[in-house]
């Protein structure tokens, strides 16, 4: 156990924190797995295609449609949660297909391995991937789930907004008030995505859609990509139009 490099600098992270048996649980699971793909997705991200590329991946017809029909299904908690924020619903409801078309796509690794995975093999990451694994493990004890349960994406991404353990941890909310904040729950997804457009810098009731603009920048921490911010803005106005036609 001392031997595992991630274990090692995971525990330093993790202190008195949580017990270390659970830890040590953790890292001897019987799915525990290195993924040797999750280094080459990351030499080929999304976000590194040309913008031509990436329109076509996000701004399309099923895209437009998905988004729209989700709108209409849940307008009720959507305008309730945008009024509550004071955010654009539409954007809401835009990163949010864009993350895990709605629910449809959220898992394709399970965030313990994901970022397990990036520790031993990715050593440029390994710091980062340490303390986002400790933040996960807290997640995990303080929910009494089993860290091997949640699926994720390669990066260590989970739930259908798609938020790292450590933006979990800050941003995330528990709107329908059941005590736990759920990855899972519309509910609580989609309040947390606003809140985190919130808390990093967009302005209340803002209408400035301009690139650098508030609403810009917010999105951008989202997702620290031109083309994600472009692609959202432009599948936000489509979206829109489909619904409120």
């Not at 270390?20 to 649980?25: G, K, Q, S, Y």
């Not at 790292?164 to 990855?183: C, H, K, L, W």
Request: glycine fraction near 4%.
């Amino acid at each position: 156990m001392n031997d595992d490099l991630a274990y090692r600098m995971v525990s330093e992270k993790l202190g008195d924190t949580i017990p270390d048996a659970f830890v040590r649980e953790a890292f001897t699971h019987d799915e525990l797995k290195i993924h040797k793909e999750i280094a080459e997705r990351f030499a080929r991200p999304y976000e590194k295609k040309t913008w031509e590329e990436y329109r076509k991946l996000f701004v399309k017809e099923s895209r437009i449609a998905a988004g729209a029909k989700f709108y209409k299904k849940n307008q009720k908690l959507i305008i309730t949660v945008s009024k509550e924020y004071k955010v654009d619903p539409f954007i809401v409801v835009t990163i949010a297909g864009i993350e895990s078309n709605y629910g449809a796509h959220h898992s394709q690794f399970s965030v313990f391995n994901a970022l397990y995975t990036q520790i031993h093999e990715m050593p440029r990451r390994s710091k980062w991937a340490s303390k986002e694994l400790a933040e996960f493990l807290k997640y995990c004890f303080n929910d009494h789930l089993d860290p091997q349960e949640i699926g994720g994406s390669y990066a260590g991404a989970f739930g259908y907004g798609q938020f790292i353990p450590s933006s979990f941890t800050r941003y995330s909310v528990d709107f329908n008030e059941d005590g736990v904040r759920q990855p899972y729950s519309w509910p609580d997804v989609l309040a947390s995505i606003a809140n985190y457009l919130r808390r990093n810098g967009y302005t209340q009731n803002s209408n400035n859609y301009d690139k650098n603009g508030d609403i810009w920048k917010a999105i951008y921490a989202y997702n620290h990509a031109d083309n994600y911010v472009m692609a959202v803005l432009e599948l936000t106005k489509e979206i829109r139009a489909r619904a409120t036609q």
